[in-house]
């Protein structure tokens, strides 16, 4: 069992996970940007031949945030370790949610008057099979040969737009009226019952397949292809990859930058 945490500059090597020919290459990065404090957080461990990489970004006043994305992640990583190898993931996914939106709701209620939360994307990689949740508007993308693509939501005021939009329920003009709210979180962790939840259970992957998870202070700067293209030019290797990202977001800074924070992991089916 090993765990590394939150936002250090960690060596993952202990971490490529090697069992039956199957590993995965892990590479983090975190930075403050311009901000005050840091409210993300990150967490990557390996358990019974499972792997579990999460990336929560916390939201609330002054240290607040810092505290409902490092308590979601105790909570998920502390049951995570208790999974047995043939575990139901999405299952495990679901009630992780309940248990983890119940604490950090009590944060929030205890806080400093302006309430926390965070936000959170989470990948159990197991036998070449990864599952994925979704909770707020941190970002899941995925690179497979040529192309890259975000395969979850932002659960955002323009998510209920959109829908309200298709549906008729509202007209464009009503749309642009509105459109000024379109980045207003509608669900994250602490919310007191979460509305919106996003898992994915189980999508088979390819050899070199790399994942990226990361809080939305990565996707604000750069495109999806202005992270392919950073991310291509450091593999394989999924430690200067992270950093890379990073390093790309602060040059492009003018005037602010959010706390930003990357998981990068390329799967890799037989070992080389």
Known sequence: MDTVMLNDDLDLDALSMNSNQLSMKVGTSSIIGTRKYQQDALFVGKNNGMILAVVCDGMGGMTSGDLASKTAIQIIAEDFFKLPPNADIPEFFNREVELMDEAVNKIACGADGKGSGTTIVAVIERAGIMYWLSVG????LVIR????????????????????????????EDYRDEEKNAEALISFIGIG????V??????????NDIIILSSDGLYKRLSNEEIYETVLCEEPDMKRAARR???????????????????????NRYNI
């Open 137 to 140: 508007d941190s970002r899941i």
């Open 145 to 172: 040969g040529n192309e890259i693509a975000t395969i979850n939501r932002d659960h955002n005021y323009r998510l209920k737009l959109d829908a309200d939009l298709a549906a008729g329920r509202i007209t464009m």
């Open 193 to 196: 019952g979460v509305p919106i």
């Open 198 to 207: 996003d898992i994915g259970k189980g999508t088979e992957l390819q050899e």
């Open 245 to 267: 990202l990073t390093e790309v977001v602060m040059k492009k800074v003018i005037k602010s930058q959010d706390n930003t924070s990357v998981i990068t992991m390329q799967y």
